[in-house]
């Protein structure tokens, strides 16, 4: 994998969009690190009036702690919620559970972003007299974004199905090196082939190659 450079918010909220495939809405998202590693994204839809706010956090930190390693995490939380001046932040209930919960667990909330509709901000700082608000154009001239762009990457409006492309740039040839052969391949076998596949990357324990990687997405569309 290829080292990607984060220098500024806006790198690291277009880096969220390009992870998922698609710009997410109403939806709480977490960026697990390690040091200077990244790690998964993980996304969940907000709750709505009437849900249960804590089985929401539980959910959203058992998806985190997947993840062995993680040390910290960057949230996103988009929103279309607007933030008032001497009123709690968007969420703020999720927020403070969220934060408690990882605490326990010694992961720290590295940072925090509210994603609006046509802005976004530093979630941490909401509380201050006049927050810096910054134009959602910022993370689509960020350098991450275009650099991204440039591998082939896109943020859809929508979910689906997308692979991703923080990997080497020719990952995408070597998906449709496969795609044929799993294709032809008669669907109980190319299950258990998938299978098998996916045990030996566990078992490794560790990062796939990037020739393992494209077979392993294009199995995902089985």
């Not at 969220?16 to 996304?43: K, Y």
Request: aromatic letters at 6%; hydrophobic letters at 40%; charged letters at 20%.
């Amino acid at each position: 994998m290829e080292r990607l450079s984060i220098k500024t918010p806006a790198d690291f909220i277009s880096l969220m969009g390009h992870s998922l495939g698609f710009w997410p809405q109403e939806s709480l998202v977490c960026v697990n690190l390690d040091g200077q590693r990244i790690g998964a994204t993980v996304r969940m839809d907000l709750p709505t009036n009437g849900q249960d706010t804590q089985r929401f956090v539980n959910q959203m930190v058992t998806y985190i702690t997947h993840d062995a390693e993680v040390t910290g995490v960057v949230v996103g939380l988009f929103t279309e919620t607007p933030s008032r001046q001497n009123q709690p932040r968007p969420h703020e209930a999720i927020m403070e559970q969220l934060v408690a919960q990882l605490g326990e667990r010694d992961i720290a909330l590295r940072d925090g972003w509210l994603i609006g509709k046509n802005t976004f901000t530093n979630y941490l700082t909401l509380t201050a007299d006049f927050p810096v608000m910054h134009p959602l154009s910022e993370v689509l001239e960020s350098e991450l974004n275009a650099e991204l762009i440039y591998r082939g990457s896109a943020i859809t409006t929508t979910e689906g199905f997308h692979i991703p492309v923080l990997a080497r740039t020719d990952l995408g040839n070597g998906i449709r090196q496969h795609c044929d052969r799993i294709e032809n391949t008669h669907p109980n076998e190319a299950i258990a082939l998938a299978r098998q596949l996916w045990k030996k990357v566990i078992d490794d324990n560790a990062d796939p190659t990037d020739a393992i990687a494209a077979e392993l997405i294009e199995y995902l569309r089985l």
